[in-house]
């Protein structure tokens, strides 16, 4: 039976880890969270809401219990933002256009800075974060990377800081995995960093296929995928 194998395995001395527990990771001192983007506009109720959104909340706040280093980001557009649909003529949410740097998804107008919309969901509890950092705020320039704009040139300054107070590691989790989740975990190894997207910690807007897309694109890159169950 399991219970007389699990005990003969435990004799022979190949059962040090405790029986049935999940395998942890535990962060290190020099590991960082990444809470991107949960806010009200991708919330149910917002402007350009992700389905399943609010429920990364309870998983973060628990997340967050396990680090000594938090980041907390949000997207922050001015009013006529080059990545709303409603500033180009004749032009609908969720279909793309070209503008300087590449190509661009319209979205719904979302997160305007200072807007309610905008504001982080009121039931995250990160007591010890100690960085908040905005994106999206260059009118003509979109960035779903906490680390740079759009163009892959203009830096927020989030790798900066980060190698200054000793970070080796990150752990990136909130909204929306396959667009600002997936550029940040990108960007993050582009820049020198050990990466773990927490996939539970997350939801996806999956439009044409972009939640597949951006899991391949990530693997390929180095970025590791875990469940909260492998640290809380
Ligand atoms: C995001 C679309 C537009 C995100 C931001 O946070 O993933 N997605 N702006
Ligand atoms: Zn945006």
Same mark, same amino acid.
């Given at each position: 039976?399991?219970?007389? +194998?699990?005990?003969?395995?435990?004799?022979?001395?190949?059962?040090?880890?405790?029986?049935?527990?999940?395998?942890?990771?535990?962060?290190?001192?020099?590991?960082?969270?990444?809470?991107? /983007?949960?806010?009200?506009?991708?919330?149910?109720?917002?402007?350009? &809401?992700?389905?399943?959104?609010?429920?990364?909340?309870?998983?973060?706040?628990?997340?967050?219990?396990?680090?000594?280093?938090?980041?907390?980001?949000?997207?922050?557009?001015?009013?006529?933002?080059? +990545?709303?649909?409603?500033?180009?003529?004749?032009?609908? &949410?969720?279909?793309?256009?070209?503008?300087?740097?590449?190509?661009?998804?319209?979205?719904?107008?979302?997160?305007?800075?200072?807007? /309610?919309?905008?504001?982080?969901?009121?039931?995250?509890?990160?007591?010890?974060?100690?960085?908040?950092?905005?994106?999206?705020?260059?009118?003509?320039?979109?960035?779903?990377?906490?680390?740079?704009?759009? /163009?892959?040139?203009?830096?927020?300054?989030?790798?900066?800081?980060?190698?200054?107070?000793?970070?080796?590691?990150?752990?990136?989790?909130?909204?929306?995995?396959?667009?600002?989740?997936?550029?940040?975990?990108?960007?993050?190894?582009?820049?020198?960093?050990?990466?773990?997207?927490?996939?539970?910690?997350?939801?996806?807007? /999956?439009?044409?296929?972009?939640?597949?897309?951006?899991?391949?694109?990530?693997?390929?890159?180095?970025?590791?995928?875990?469940?909260?169950?492998?640290?809380?």
């Amino acid at each position: 039976t399991l219970l007389k +194998s699990t005990a003969a395995l435990g004799l022979l001395g190949l059962g040090a880890a405790p029986l049935f527990a999940a395998p942890k990771i535990k962060p290190a001192a020099n590991a960082a969270l990444i809470v991107v /983007d949960v806010q009200n506009c991708f919330i149910e109720g917002g402007t350009l &809401p992700v389905k399943g959104g609010a429920e990364v909340v309870p998983v973060i706040n628990k997340l967050a219990e396990a680090f000594d280093n938090i980041v907390v980001t949000q997207d922050w557009h001015t009013p006529g933002h080059a +990545s709303f649909a409603s500033t180009h003529s004749g032009k609908k &949410p969720f279909e793309t256009t070209k503008l300087s740097y590449g190509n661009q998804v319209l979205w719904p107008d979302h997160c305007v800075q200072g807007s /309610d919309d905008a504001g982080l969901h009121k039931e995250l509890k990160l007591p010890t974060a100690q960085l908040i950092i905005r994106k999206g705020y260059h009118k003509g320039m979109d960035s779903y990377s906490a680390f740079e704009e759009a /163009d892959h040139k203009t830096p927020t300054g989030l790798a900066g800081y980060l190698k200054a107070r000793g970070v080796k590691t990150v752990f990136v989790t909130g909204l929306a995995t396959d667009f600002c989740v997936a550029w940040t975990a990108m960007d993050a190894r582009k820049a020198g960093f050990e990466v773990y997207v927490i996939e539970d910690a997350t939801r996806a807007i /999956d439009l044409n296929g972009s939640l597949a897309a951006a899991w391949k694109q990530m693997a390929a890159k180095g970025v590791k995928r875990i469940q909260s169950s492998d640290i809380v």
